[in-house]
Every structure is written in C-alpha cells, then in structure tokens.
C-alpha cells in the first residue's frame, strides 16, 4: 500500500522560512511526478509546486521567485524550501505524486493528509 509522509508545517512569521518534505514508501515501480498543493480558507486548491522525476520543475505563479522544490528520484522524496512568505501563503500544504506500483500498469495520482502552514506575526 502507497503512503505519501509529509513533514509537518507550523507557524511562521512573516519574512521567514520553512521546509517541507514528503516521502513515498510502498511498492513503487516508477515515480512520474512529486508535488505540493494548497488549500487556503475560502479558496480552491492551488498548484505549489511540481517536479518531475527527471528533475523539470514547475511552480504557481503566487511562489515563483520565492519557493523552491526538489526532488529525490532515487529515495522518492520531495522537498519544499519556502522563504519569504507571507500571510497569504497560509494554507493547508498537500503532498501529490504521480507514480506507478508494482500492481498496476498505469500511474496514479496519490495525495497526502496535508499539513497546516501559518504565516503570522
């Protein structure tokens, strides 16, 4: 069974940093994509950002400049560096993966739990 185990958030003032990571464990045959996105009260999911195993990376455009992601094809974990943020960066974080396992032919889209991310003085 596929798991997607996401570090958690926490509360950050304005103008600082935070690291993310989520790790994939389970019977994986191929990883397509790691990703995050986010919820924020009131609004509809939001891309974070994305990348993909051979190392493209895409990024929304409230983050671009800001976040940085990374991932770790081999050990099939994604990290998240965040810095400058903001209180509208407040949101709850998923983690996304786009993979293969060993049971099936196709890939799949799994999500995480979330993690709560606040940015407030």
């Known amino acids: 069974q596929l798991h997607l185990v996401e570090s958690r958030g926490g509360l950050v003032q304005p103008g600082g940093s935070l690291d993310l990571s989520c790790a994939a464990t389970?019977?994986?045959?191929?990883?397509?994509?790691m990703g995050w996105y986010r919820r924020a009260p009131g609004k509809h999911r939001e891309l974070v950002a994305q990348?993909?195993?051979?190392?493209?990376?895409h990024y929304g455009e409230a983050v671009k400049g800001r976040f940085t992601i990374s991932i770790d094809n081999a050990m099939k974990v994604v990290y998240l560096q965040m810095n400058g943020l903001k209180p509208e960066d407040t949101a709850v974080y998923y983690c996304?993966?786009?993979?293969?396992?060993?049971?099936?032919?196709?890939?799949?889209?799994?999500w995480g739990q979330g993690t709560q991310v606040t940015v407030s003085a």
């Open positions: 990348a993909t195993a051979s190392g493209t990376t």
């Open positions: 996304n993966a786009i993979l293969t396992t060993l049971d099936s032919e196709i890939a799949n889209t799994y």
């Open positions: 389970g019977s994986i045959f191929s990883l397509g994509a």
